[in-house]
């Protein structure tokens, strides 16, 4: 017997919704993250990649209220990443809480990669979609 999902692949929902994606590629941080006790006493390379379905239909040129400020993005992620984290997925759920404070993110995917844990792999992480209806439910 298939198994249904609730995932709905990010591309479908761009096609429904938007046509406006506000990402950070590929942002290369040095946080203390992590479980292990050598992970918490020396920072940590990590790359994030962020994506950001923006639910606001029209931008008025010259005023940031109308956008998703990307450059907001990559501050909030520095500001939580001055925490130290033990896992992960506790810093993507503050990442989330804190971006579906913007009424105008409909949706978002964070991937989360640390890059110098396993040294016969080039990175190890997670990657996380949420959208604004399923995250205000939980």
Known sequence: M???TNIIPFINVVKKRSNEIVFVKNLILKPIIGYHAYEK???QKIRLN???LNSKKKVEDGNLRTIINYEEVV???KKLLLRK???LESFA???FKNIFKNKYVESAVLKIEKLEVIKE???VGIEFF???EEYEKS
Request: charged share 40%.
């Open 50 to 52: 962020i994506q950001i």
């Open 2 to 4: 298939k198994r249904k």
């Open 75 to 77: 501050e909030l992620v």
């Open 121 to 123: 792999a080039e990175s």
């Open 93 to 95: 759920e503050d990442f």
């Open 130 to 132: 949420k959208q604004r």
């Open 85 to 87: 984290y033990n896992f």
């Open 41 to 43: 006493i020396r920072p």
